[in-house]
């Protein structure tokens, strides 16, 4: 699978670099993301819930920064399993440039990613399309946190991270939502 897409950010070059590399602000911005925990120099372990069609799993695996040029590009090495629903391996290398303004970061990411197991069964279009709708909501969350908003997306993170009443709710519509490739 291999996914390439460019965002506009609504922060300055460094504070974006800043964002990007902050494990609290990643963990609310990752849909099912559960942990992200430094495991040495730009090393993590990382738990998260995907549901991708008939396959909902929860994968645990690390993640590494490699090829680091701040603030400008890095190039991030992941792995995962998720027991029998299968496993995830796979690089992405994003590039920041100051935007059309000085307070905008042009963000353009390639990754490439192989999966296996039951993910692998599923065929590639639902799986390319889950993989699209997971770096949707990445991005919109992102970016709301970056312009330190309250709203859906931050708000949806929070069910997602322990939230009362909305939790439930939460992992439904995040459900139904990836099931809908």
Known sequence: MELSETHVLPVPQARAWE????????K?????????DAEGENAYAVAMTAVVGPVKARFKGRMELTNIDAPKTYTIVFEGQGG???????????????????????LTYSANAQVGGKLAQIGS????????????EFFKRFSAQLQGASGPANESADAEN??????EQGKKSWTAWISKS
């Open 19 to 26: 964002a990007l590399n902050d494990t609290e602000i990643l």
């Open 84 to 106: 029998a629903a299968g496993f995830s391996k796979g690089s992405a290398t994003v590039n920041l440039e100051p935007g059309e303004t000085a307070d905008t970061t042009r």
């Open 28 to 36: 609310l911005c990752i849909p099912g993301c559960d942990s992200i």
């Open 162 to 167: 322990g939230g009362d009443a909305g939790q």
């Open 125 to 136: 279009r639902l799986v390319d399309g889950a993989a699209r709708k997971i770096a949707g």
